[in-house]
């Protein structure tokens, strides 16, 4: 069985640009949630989706969101970005949110 | 709020020896706790889950204890190995649904 995968794995750019990061999640599996690691913070967690609803949120300003399609892929986006916002965007996917999965990241640089 | 602590930050270790991680979390009201290995810019991988009502869950050379009363979980790695080396991260599934990690115990193991 494929494990959960991202695109892109590297991403570069400038602050006030926007950006969408992809996961695909493992066949069958309905939760997808997403982390922000950076080396100050650790990892922070964003938002969880389950059969495209958003189920759960962390403390993280609008401007970043995300959606879920009904084949469980999802999407984040994070808008205007920042300096700040460069780190390695982890998702993971569960059956019911129990046992979590992680995909390889993708790792943004914001200039 | 739950906040979990993972001593030491760093360890280093000769090849064979047996080590203990530690894990621990302020509130005990937690549905599972898992551990996770991350290597140098790589995802997470899931280690060993263990469910609240469990006491422990092994596989191969790892060991995991939870105890929720004290609020604290050890990873037990028997024989290690250079192939062992990477960050270990702790995390705990409270009543939200989502992860909330400690800042992991950066391990090396020596040849």
């Known amino acids: 069985k494929a494990g959960v995968t991202q695109t892109p794995r590297y991403l570069i750019k400038t602050r006030g640009q926007q950006v969408t990061l992809s996961c695909s999640p493992i066949?069958?599996?309905?939760?997808v949630s997403w982390y922000q690691q950076t080396p100050g913070q650790g990892l922070q967690f964003l938002f969880e989706?389950?059969?495209?609803?958003?189920?759960n949120k962390g403390n993280f300003p609008g401007r970043f969101s995300g959606r879920q399609f009904s084949n469980s892929r999802s999407e984040m986006n994070v808008s205007t970005l920042e300096l700040g916002d460069s780190a390695l965007y982890l998702c993971?996917?569960?059956?019911?949110?129990?046992?979590?999965?992680f995909g390889p990241g993708t790792r943004l640089t914001v200039l | 709020k739950q906040e979990v602590t993972q001593i030491p930050a760093a360890l280093s270790v000769p090849e064979g020896e047996n080590l203990v991680l530690n894990c621990s979390f302020t509130?005990?009201?937690?549905?599972?706790l898992q551990w996770f290995r991350q290597d140098p810019g790589k995802g997470l991988t899931s280690l060993l889950l263990i469910q609240s009502s469990q006491r422990e869950q092994t596989s191969g050379r790892l060991n995991a204890s939870l105890d929720k009363s004290s609020g604290r979980s050890t990873l037990y790695i028997a024989a290690s190995q250079p192939g062992d080396s990477a960050t270990y991260l702790c995390?705990?599934?409270?009543?939200?649904?989502?992860?909330?990690f400690g800042k992991g115990t950066k391990l090396s193991v020596k040849p």
């Open positions: 066949s069958g599996h309905r939760s």
């Open positions: 995390a705990v599934i409270g009543s939200q649904g989502n992860l909330i």
């Open positions: 989706y389950f059969s495209e609803t958003q189920r």
């Open positions: 509130d005990s009201a937690i549905y599972n």
């Open positions: 993971a996917s569960s059956l019911q949110g129990n046992e979590q999965f």
